[in-house]
């Protein structure tokens, strides 16, 4: 799993790249962290366009992510979800606490 971070002006886009299973989570939610602390951001975009597999630890992830933002009373939004990962976001109802186009 890569993660590319692009920040500025508080804004903070994450590009996720490959598996978001069980491993690829792990390097993610660590990226993830490290990238709000630096940023500290009031929006966190995550773009999921690169993702090719999502399980039950992309929605760790998001909601981790959602917690973060929670704490810096930020936004969070998730775009560009492939049909697979759409899937399990919906079967979940991630869509209800998460804002995702």
């Given at each position: ?78 775009r560009n979800v492939p049909q697979q990962a759409r899937r399990v976001l919906d079967a979940a109802g991630i869509g209800r606490l998460v804002?995702?186009?």
């Amino acid at each position: 799993m890569e993660v590319e971070a692009t920040s500025a002006d508080r804004n903070l886009l994450l590009e996720m790249k490959g598996e978001l299973d069980h491993h690829g989570a792990r390097n993610a939610l660590r990226e993830l962290e490290l990238s709000i602390d630096a940023a500290l951001p009031k929006k966190l975009v995550l773009d999921l366009a690169g993702v090719t597999f999502m399980d039950s630890s992309g929605i760790a992830l998001i909601l981790r992510a959602q917690q973060r933002m929670q704490l810096l009373d930020g936004s969070l939004l998730v775009r560009n979800v492939p049909q697979q990962a759409r899937r399990v976001l919906d079967a979940a109802g991630i869509g209800r606490l998460v804002t995702i186009r």
